[in-house]
């Protein structure tokens, strides 16, 4: 079986954030402003995530950041150059 054919689609959501999150790391000019243009980013996400969403969802957030496998998550992701 194809390899390609085990990996779930990601949804429409999943593809614009990740547009508009690549699009903001191709303008900082360093490693460093992209791991602190992502840093913040991930805070105002867990800020929302806990304001419009409740403290419920905040820790269930947390807990999927948690359980990430970064062996398969880059099948799931263009390549990207710094």
């Not at 402003?33 to 992502?38: E, I, T």
């Not at 807990?63 to 992701?77: A, N, P």
């Amino acid at each position: 079986m194809d390899r390609l054919s085990d990996i779930p689609k990601s949804s429409i959501y999943a593809e614009k954030a990740y547009q508009l999150i690549l699009s903001g790391v191709q303008q900082c000019h360093s490693p460093e402003d992209q791991r602190l243009f992502l840093d913040s980013l991930v805070c105002q996400c867990a800020l929302f995530a806990r304001l419009l969403n409740g403290e419920r969802e905040f820790h269930a957030l947390l807990e999927r950041l948690k359980q990430v496998d970064f062996d398969t998550i880059g099948d799931l992701m263009p390549p990207t150059q710094h």
